[in-house]
């Protein structure tokens, strides 16, 4: 059995528009277009997607958005869990670990330093830091989420808009 997990650095965001708080910055024009390029280019590599889960940043459920939009999903089953803005490794892990079985794709939205920490955590893996809009991609041989705690999981890829 194999779980796939799907790890996105929210894409480039600025302090436009007199945004005076780091949860609501928005996306930037270059980070509207890399978000949408990197959904496009995504759904060629993945093609399947069970569950999008999200900060509830403005910036990452924006970015999120444009995966939905890829991936046939709808807006209101994003879920949102304010841990992947405020909360580190362990308590995403435990987002992914408690997932239903049944799911064997999911993907995460959210932020660095986190998601960087997160990847080599989960793979031993030692990566440089993941630019805004990035997409890791981890297999698991595993057929229960809970068993990510477990086993190192294998980095399938990583892509960066820049790389493009």
Known sequence: MKKRLILVRHAKSGWNDGIKSDF??????????????????????????????????????????????????????????????????LHIKRIIASQNDSLECIMLVGHNPVLTSLTTNLTADEIPALEACSVVCIDFSISQWSEIEKTNGKLIFIEAPFLL
Do not use: C, W
């Open 24 to 89: 609501d910055r928005t996306l930037t024009k270059q980070g509207n277009i890399d978000a949408s390029e990197m959904a496009a280019l995504i759904k060629h590599s993945v093609t399947k997607l069970d569950k999008i889960i999200s900060s509830p940043a403005v910036r990452a459920i924006s970015t999120a958005q444009y995966f939905a939009n890829s991936f046939d999903v709808d807006f209101s089953d994003i879920q949102i869990d304010t841990g992947l803005y405020e909360k580190g490794v």
